[in-house]
């Protein structure tokens, strides 16, 4: 594979940029080589600036439901950058894209929008202690919630992939008022309810864990979350930054049917635009500035291009049968490629709900953190250059989902497992 062109520009990406990226996991350590610049994407495809072409599972880290450059959110984004990028200032875009978002999501009756998933957790955490006038937040190791100081704490995704479980320069006062309970395990958070009675003022979850790789919920777990909360007078927020209209047009808590307390969104409400989000019960939404004490800002908060991108994907994911059609889809990715592992004799483990999937290098089942870690990553690593060489372009980690996008075709899937099957016979010589 000709990498010559994204060689060059890594090497000077990293004279000017911290490890030549503007986000950790982008630079392949976890895997090794280079990561190559990508030029281009056009629906399930990206181009690298070498011109080789990938079938893109990646699709941004989530935001891409629709896959690359479509034409409707092309066009949108061209008509509404004609009449100006930002106001500070209200505009009707922000008010259709927030009431498109409550009248998704059965929990949510009013919504602030910020700029990144990150800004939106950011938030939703401090609302809930404002709601509540408690300190102690219970997250769950390996869910990430962005890189906000008090939830670096045993964080996934490339926390994780680069073995930074609590990162530095979070200061100890910060940490200590983040419990750290495990994911799928009830008993682990009612601990903490009895260890610090009065104390807790939520947990914030991923109702479906993506970024230990795909975790999901055991059968309970979030019932049980919504039970201990309601009877501890604390708040229950749903991490819906990257299941929020990808589980289900309504999210995870459509999809499980569970009422959360806040929500916090990002990724696909921005449509490949910086956009986040969080929302919730009338009562608690209240505190929020200005019509509370509960203050949080944005200069480019409600950006009117980022809303345009938004509420054009939603309105393309309203289309009858378009969850059910994404769902075949990945479906038939995950059974191929489980074949395929069967086939070569390679121990596998592929997670997937909906549209997101995870496939692991261990055998038998992956429902927590532990058996996350049990993955042979370096195999994984090997799997994926190989998977690379042959035009398929997946997370550079084991510890991500992966997600099929509309413009997703079965011949995109189809050649991937042809891939699959030539990468797993190539490992299983080496
Ligand atoms: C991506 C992600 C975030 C952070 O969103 P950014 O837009 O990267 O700041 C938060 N929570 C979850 C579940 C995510 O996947």
């Given at each position: 594979?000709?990498?010559?062109?994204?060689?060059?520009?890594?090497?000077?990406?990293?004279?000017?940029?911290?490890?030549?990226?503007?986000?950790?996991?982008?630079?392949?350590?976890?895997?090794?080589?280079?990561?190559?610049f990508i030029a281009r994407g056009q629906g399930s495809r990206v181009w690298d600036v070498d011109g080789n072409e990938y079938i893109d599972y990646v699709c941004s880290w989530g935001p891409l439901a629709l896959g690359h450059a479509h034409p409707a959110v092309v066009e949108a984004l061209r008509e509404a950058a004609g009449n100006g990028t930002s106001f500070g200032a209200p505009t009707e875009g922000e008010v259709e894209l927030a009431q498109m978002i409550c009248e998704a999501l059965p929990s949510v009756d009013s919504v602030r929008l910020v700029s990144s998933g990150t800004e939106a957790c950011m938030s939703a955490i401090r609302l809930a202690r404002a709601y509540t006038g408690r300190s102690k937040v219970?997250?769950?190791?390996?869910?990430?919630?962005?890189?906000?100081?008090?939830?670096?704490?045993?964080?996934?995704?490339?926390?994780?992939?680069?073995?930074?479980?609590?990162?530095?320069?979070?200061?100890?006062?910060?940490?200590?008022?983040?419990?750290?309970?495990?994911?799928?395990?009830?008993?682990?958070?009612?601990?903490?309810?009895?260890?610090?009675?009065?104390d807790v003022a939520g947990i914030i979850v991923e109702p479906v864990a993506g970024n230990m790789g795909v975790v999901p919920p055991a059968e309970g777990f979030l019932q049980g979350l919504r039970r201990v909360t309601q009877e501890n007078g604390a708040v229950l927020i749903f991490d819906e930054v990257i299941t929020g209209f990808r589980v289900a047009y309504g999210g995870a808590q459509t999809l499980y049917g569970i009422t959360p307390d806040i929500t916090s969104l990002g990724k696909i409400i921005g449509g490949g635009l910086p956009v986040g989000a969080y929302g919730g019960r009338r009562e608690i939404m209240e505190q929020v500035a200005p019509l509370g004490p509960m203050?949080?800002?944005?200069?480019?908060?409600?950006?009117?291009?980022?809303?345009?991108?938004?509420?054009?994907?939603?309105?393309?994911?309203?289309?009858?049968?378009?969850?059910?059609?994404?769902?075949?889809?990945?479906?038939?990715?995950?059974?191929?490629?489980?074949?395929?592992?069967?086939?070569?004799?390679?121990?596998?483990?592929?997670?997937?709900?909906?549209?997101?999937?995870?496939?692991?290098?261990?055998?038998?089942?992956?429902?927590?953190?532990?058996?996350?870690?049990?993955?042979?990553?370096?195999?994984?690593?090997?799997?994926?250059?190989?998977?690379?060489?042959?035009?398929?372009y997946f997370a550079p980690s084991q510890f991500e989902a992966g997600f099929v996008s509309t413009a997703h075709t079965e011949e995109d899937i189809d050649r991937t497992i042809e891939a699959a099957e030539a990468a797993l016979g190539e490992l299983g010589s080496i």
């Amino acid at each position: 594979m000709n990498q010559a062109n994204s060689e060059r520009l890594f090497s000077l990406a990293q004279q000017y940029i911290p490890g030549g990226v503007n986000s950790p996991v982008r630079s392949f350590r976890a895997v090794q080589g280079t990561p190559p610049f990508i030029a281009r994407g056009q629906g399930s495809r990206v181009w690298d600036v070498d011109g080789n072409e990938y079938i893109d599972y990646v699709c941004s880290w989530g935001p891409l439901a629709l896959g690359h450059a479509h034409p409707a959110v092309v066009e949108a984004l061209r008509e509404a950058a004609g009449n100006g990028t930002s106001f500070g200032a209200p505009t009707e875009g922000e008010v259709e894209l927030a009431q498109m978002i409550c009248e998704a999501l059965p929990s949510v009756d009013s919504v602030r929008l910020v700029s990144s998933g990150t800004e939106a957790c950011m938030s939703a955490i401090r609302l809930a202690r404002a709601y509540t006038g408690r300190s102690k937040v219970i997250k769950f190791a390996g869910c990430y919630h962005g890189h906000a100081d008090g939830l670096l704490v045993r964080a996934g995704s490339g926390a994780m992939t680069h073995g930074i479980p609590t990162s530095a320069g979070v200061p100890d006062s910060y940490a200590q008022e983040t419990l750290v309970a495990d994911y799928n395990d009830l008993a682990s958070v009612e601990r903490y309810f009895e260890e610090y009675p009065g104390d807790v003022a939520g947990i914030i979850v991923e109702p479906v864990a993506g970024n230990m790789g795909v975790v999901p919920p055991a059968e309970g777990f979030l019932q049980g979350l919504r039970r201990v909360t309601q009877e501890n007078g604390a708040v229950l927020i749903f991490d819906e930054v990257i299941t929020g209209f990808r589980v289900a047009y309504g999210g995870a808590q459509t999809l499980y049917g569970i009422t959360p307390d806040i929500t916090s969104l990002g990724k696909i409400i921005g449509g490949g635009l910086p956009v986040g989000a969080y929302g919730g019960r009338r009562e608690i939404m209240e505190q929020v500035a200005p019509l509370g004490p509960m203050y949080q800002a944005g200069t480019l908060s409600g950006n009117p291009l980022a809303v345009t991108a938004g509420i054009t994907t939603l309105k393309e994911l309203q289309k009858p049968g378009l969850y059910e059609s994404l769902d075949t889809l990945a479906q038939r990715l995950t059974d191929g490629v489980a074949g395929v592992f069967q086939r070569a004799e390679v121990p596998g483990s592929i997670n997937r709900v909906r549209s997101m999937f995870t496939g692991f290098f261990t055998g038998g089942p992956v429902e927590a953190l532990a058996q996350v870690e049990q993955s042979d990553a370096g195999q994984y690593g090997r799997y994926f250059h190989a998977m690379l060489e042959r035009g398929v372009y997946f997370a550079p980690s084991q510890f991500e989902a992966g997600f099929v996008s509309t413009a997703h075709t079965e011949e995109d899937i189809d050649r991937t497992i042809e891939a699959a099957e030539a990468a797993l016979g190539e490992l299983g010589s080496i």
